[in-house]
């Protein structure tokens, strides 16, 4: 339930899909713009989740489960990304501090996993 994740990091990014079609990044949801993105830790079970959201609209843009396998890749300064079974996801930060404040939280998910 909601008491049950706290976020340990929120930025401001722009949520991309890669289209494995197109070869492109699409923006993740139904527009572009920025989201705000948070990484949720569960409270009792230290299981870690990238959460987004809209800034606009509230629209959750992605919604994915940090497992421990997971390669963080820190393509540029400013775009940051990853892969799951399904997606490629990527983050197109407003600022360096975001995407900073970002991977730092990151890492350490992916060191207490
Ligand atoms: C083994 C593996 O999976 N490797 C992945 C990367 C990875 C490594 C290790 C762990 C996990 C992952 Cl995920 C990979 O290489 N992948 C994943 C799918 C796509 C890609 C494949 C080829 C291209 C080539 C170029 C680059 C790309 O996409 N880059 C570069 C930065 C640059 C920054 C911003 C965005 C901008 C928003 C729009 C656009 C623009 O700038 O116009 N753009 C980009 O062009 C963005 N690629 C990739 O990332």
């Not at 991309?16 to 923006?27: A, E, G, L, Q, R």
């Not at 949801?29 to 993105?37: A, E, I, P």
């Not at 540029?76 to 983050?91: A, E, M, P, S």
Request: one cysteine or more.
């Amino acid at each position: 339930n909601y008491f049950s994740e706290t976020s340990i990091t929120s930025a401001r990014a722009s949520v991309m899909i890669y289209d494995d079609n197109s070869k492109k990044w699409v923006p993740s949801g139904t527009s572009s713009g920025l989201s705000k993105v948070h990484i949720f830790k569960h409270v009792t079970n230290n299981t870690f989740r990238v959460v987004g959201r809209k800034l606009q609209d509230h629209e959750v843009v992605i919604n994915c489960v940090i497992l421990k396998t997971l390669k963080y890749n820190q393509a540029t300064t400013t775009f940051h990304q990853w892969r799951d079974n399904k997606h490629v996801y990527g983050l197109n930060f407003s600022s360096k501090e975001d995407a900073d404040s970002f991977a730092r939280a990151m890492v350490y998910a992916l060191e207490v996993l």
